[in-house]
């Protein structure tokens, strides 16, 4: 009988690093995320969680290192040919389309992910069951016709969570996804993504700065300080872990 | 020979003309996304202000001082009084600076007529002086000496005094600048300044290469000074600097061994192939 | 459905019959027309509103349907004016072949010229498309081999015979109109494509529209190729209106006032571009006629030196329209009934 070779990791990150005007952001960053992994990140304001997931997506290069998704190098690749590898992600400081509809963004969005945007012959479907389902299961009904750049700053990250849906990514990268939502709505939002995490299989990087939303979520965990890679591991042993708890701890001291 | 020192100079010549024009173009942008469409009525008034003066018997560096004095102030005035109030609205203030940009040479047509002025040029510029066995304009000397002066100047303020630090800090994250609790609008007055000093003193020396002022001629050296600073890099002084001598040279030699016109067209083909193999320009600045 | 509703949603209808009837029309329109409505002179100003304001409503797919800021449109409806004049009159082409190969002239250029510059973005696309149209202009006015009448134009000739002198008027006013119905339609066509869609997007945030898998790059470009086609065939309509070709329609102050048109119209709207050609189109002439009349020399010379140079005139104008009225003419309605609400509000 023969075992399978197993499966490259989904996302691998060798030595990954940033600088900018002579600052280096980030440093010799590795890490392989499994498929179906839920990896969350966590580390201190500017510790460079955003700055990683920019390099990943592709917004920024890499000054230094490898990124590899499925086994393939993309270290090069530009933002809109990572995505149609399946990477998506979401947006920390939400970057949406002020000037167009909460429904529009989620029709440009279909479009984008069903193809046939290139096209200057037919007129633009409505895609009214994408726009009905995403909506609802974000819980932006009812605020369809609204312009993103009206929302209140909880809608405009369920309207990210709604952007991201719409396109079906397999890898998510979630940047603080529930800053700025009511506690109220938290619970709700923690269900959406631990069941397309869970149910539907998809593998999700996720940062976040709250630690109760994480745990129950988090396969593991992964600690960001001053650009560098602190620990990751499962998050009982990280958070065990002395030298996280003084950097982490320690900065806000 | 002779010819290629003489083109050479005069290209030198022209690349001093483009630098003090683009020099404050690329400071403006790097510091305010301003695309400063004004820039060449900057020139111009600072054009017609240095040929008035030296018409009305100033000598000709107190005319070239009185031109440059009063391009400043108009430079302060735009910023303070069109730019500054369409704070964080970058489109806005390019659209106000393309009126400015409009209405400034038809005012002076109006007033002074369409057609190109004769500008007085003084005995002890006019005549020539021979290097290499050619016969070269003594102007073209002043034009280089006066970029040469005018980049070490903006090196020596960028590099050593606290504004012109900020000034710097500014073009390359203005964000981070104003986290530091600078404020940054006193920097865009002052960049607004030096932009219109050298870009008026452009403007005098305009009128002493090509012997007379008119209306277009700020116009039309603002498009050279676009294309420079669009090849040296948004924002940088020195690639401004190296951009404007390849213009320069390119674009006389060009003219005098083909058509005419071929020059001006032989650097906008430089242009697009520059942008082609390096869409960042040559100093990898643009975003 | 109720005449209210249908009148709301159909007027376009009615108001094209008007203007399709406007030649028979005798009525005299003091001080907006110097003759009847339906005379040569005033038909040739109309149908000159009609050709910018469909060239600035062609402009506005850049500006303001795709957000890109191109400072080198005059050269596309140049390359309309000047193909299809020289193959006329140098090449000794009929009108309809010339007219075929100086429009294809105009996609040509448009997408080699748009596939370069489209490489840097922002404000480095802006002076690169101001470049490209510099060295476009400046190849006119030099006339290398003295094909293009350098500074004085170029008068056509071989135009149909149908189609030339003062008894043809309405016949050249009706073919502007056609040309303005043909770009309004093309320009609402594609904006509600879904490529229309996509440009919507990356007017309001190209780097997210990456994030979603499209590359901007190609987008741009069929925006930059469709608006440079709108503008050649503009160009060659224009050359039937004026008998010919000058190179003040290839300088960047012709792109700078189609630019004034459309913020003054009010960009990325229907017909905020198409109003605002017609109102600076008509603007002009009336002023240029009152610098020429007696009017203006009657004034002291702080007034009537200003006041005798329209473009001062425009360029003050439109710095005004940039901080009073940032929607331009189309937004007003908008405006006023805001205004009118937060009254209320307060009474
Ligand atoms: N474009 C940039 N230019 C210069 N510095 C930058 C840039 N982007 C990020 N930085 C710097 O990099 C560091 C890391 O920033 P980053 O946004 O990645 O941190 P973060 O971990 O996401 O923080 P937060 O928890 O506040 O979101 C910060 O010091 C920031 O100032
Ligand atoms: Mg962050």
């Known amino acids: 009988m023969t075992t399978a070779p197993p499966a490259p990791p989904v996302l691998q990150l060798t030595d990954v690093g940033w600088s900018i005007g002579g600052a280096v952001i980030l440093d010799d960053v590795s890490l392989e995320v499994r498929e179906g992994e839920f990896l969350a990140f966590i580390g201190p304001n500017g510790a460079g969680k955003t700055s990683l997931f920019n390099l990943v997506s592709g917004l920024n290069p890499v000054s230094r290192g490898r990124i590899a998704l499925d086994g393939a190098d993309i270290t090069r690749l530009a933002p809109h ?5 399946g990477l998506g992600r979401t947006f920390q400081t939400s970057s949406l389309w002020p000037g167009m509809s909460v429904a529009d963004h989620v029709r440009l969005a279909a479009q984008a992910a069903q193809g046939g945007s290139f096209r200057l012959w037919r007129r633009a479907r409505p895609f009214t069951a994408e726009v009905t389902d995403t909506l609802e299961r974000t819980g932006l009904t009812g605020r369809a016709d609204a312009l993103a750049g009206s929302l209140s700053h909880g809608e405009k990250r369920k309207l990210e969570l709604a952007v991201l849906l719409v396109g079906d990514p397999r890898v998510m990268l979630l940047d603080e996804p529930m800053a700025g939502v009511s506690a109220e709505e938290v619970p709700a939002l923690t269900e959406l993504i631990r069941s397309l995490h869970r149910d539907e299989g998809r593998t999700v990087m996720m940062v976040e700065h709250h630690m109760d939303v994480l745990l129950g979520l988090a396969d593991r965990l992964a600690v960001m300080h001053h650009g560098t890679l602190l620990a990751l591991d499962v998050p009982d042993t990280v958070m065990a872990d002395e030298t996280v708890q003084l950097a982490y701890l320690g900065e806000g001291l | 020979m002779s010819t290629v020192v003489l083109l050479g100079i005069t290209g030198l010549g022209l690349g001093a003309l483009y630098f003090l024009v683009a020099s404050g173009l690329s400071l403006i942008f790097g510091l305010m996304d301003v695309l400063n ?28 001082l009185f031109g440059t004095a009063v391009g400043t102030l108009a430079a302060v005035a735009l910023e303070l009084g069109l730019v500054r109030p369409l704070y964080r609205r970058p489109r806005e203030q390019v659209l106000a600076t393309v009126g400015v940009g409009l209405a400034v040479p038809a005012l002076l047509s109006a007033i002074w007529g369409a057609d190109a002025r ?39 303020f960028l590099g050593r005094t606290r504004h012109g630090l900020v000034v710097r800090a500014g073009v390359e994250d203005r964000a981070m600048v104003t986290a530091l609790g600078i404020d940054v609008r006193k920097a865009f007055t002052l960049v ?96 | 459905m109720n005449i209210p509703a249908l009148l709301r949603r159909w007027w376009p209808l009615p108001a094209l019959a008007v203007l399709v009837l406007l030649p028979y029309s005798a009525l005299p329109l003091p001080g907006l027309l110097d003759g009847p409505i339906g005379s040569p002179g005033s038909l040739q100003l109309l149908a000159l509103c009609l050709v910018f304001g469909a060239l600035a409503t062609g402009y506005d797919l850049l500006l303001g349907r795709t957000g890109l800021l191109s400072f080198g449109h005059a050269l596309y409806f140049a390359a309309g004016t000047y193909a299809t004049g020289l193959l006329l009159t140098r090449a000794g082409l009929g009108f309809w072949p010339a007219a075929g190969l100086g429009l294809l002239a105009g ?50 000739t071989g135009l149909p015979a149908s189609l030339v002198g003062i008894a043809h008027t309405a016949d050249l006013y009706w073919i502007a109109l056609a040309y303005l119905v043909v770009t309004l339609a093309a320009v609402q066509w594609a904006v509600r494509s879904p490529i229309g869609r996509v440009w919507e997007g990356i007017r309001e945030n190209e780097r997210r529209v990456e994030v979603l898998g499209l590359r901007p790059y190609g987008f741009k470009l069929v925006a ?78 702080v007034l009537r030196v200003p006041l005798s140079q329209p473009l001062f005139l425009l360029g003050v104008l439109f710095v005004i329209i940039v901080y009073a009225l940032p929607g331009g003419v189309a937004g007003l309605p908008a405006r006023l009934r805001a205004r009118a609400v937060s009254r209320g509000a307060q009474a």
């Open chain 3, 224 to 301: 930059f190729v469709l608006a440079g086609t709108l503008a050649a065939l503009g160009g060659v309509v224009y050359l039937l209106l004026t008998g010919g070709a000058t190179p003040q329609t290839t300088t960047s102050d012709f792109t700078l006032s189609l630019l004034v048109m459309v913020v003054l119209g009010g960009s990325g709207t229907r017909w905020g571009p198409l109003v605002g050609g017609v109102l600076y189109t008509w603007a002009q002439h009336r002023l240029a006629s009152l610098a020429g009349s007696g009017t203006i020399a009657g004034l002291p010379s």
């Open chain 3, 107 to 156: 996609v040509a250029l448009s997408a080699l010229l748009g596939a370069v510059s489209l490489r840097v973005s922002g404000i480095g696309f802006a002076m690169v498309t101001l470049a490209f149209a510099q060295a476009g202009s400046i190849l006119v006015q030099r006339d290398p081999g003295g094909v293009t009448g350098g500074e004085e134009g170029l008068a056509a």
């Open chain 2, 37 to 64: 469409f004004a820039h060449g009525a900057l020139l111009s008034i600072g054009a017609y202000a240095t040929w008035w003066a030296a018409s009305h018997s100033f000598g000709f560096p107190l005319a070239l």
């Open chain 2, 118 to 156: 004769t500008f007085p040029v003084p005995s002890a510029l006019a005549g020539t002086f021979t290097l290499l066995g050619a016969s070269v304009p003594v102007d073209r000397l002043v034009l280089v000496g006066a970029a040469l002066v005018v980049l070490l100047a903006l090196r020596l």
């Open chain 1, 81 to 85: 040919a990572r995505a149609r590898r």
């Open chain 2, 192 to 287: 607004f300044a030096i932009g219109g000093a050298a870009a008026a003193l452009a403007g005098g020396l305009a009128g002493l290469y090509f012997g007379s002022v008119d209306p277009t001629q700020g116009g039309s050296l603002l498009i050279f000074g676009f294309v420079v600073v669009v090849m040296g890099g948004l924002g940088s002084v020195s690639g401004a600097a190296v951009a404007c001598v390849v213009v320069g040279l390119v674009q006389q030699f060009a003219n005098y061994y083909s058509t005419a016109g071929l020059g001006d067209l032989s650097v906008v083909v430089m242009l697009a192939a520059l942008l082609l193999v390096r869409p960042s320009g040559l100093t990898g600045r643009l975003a």
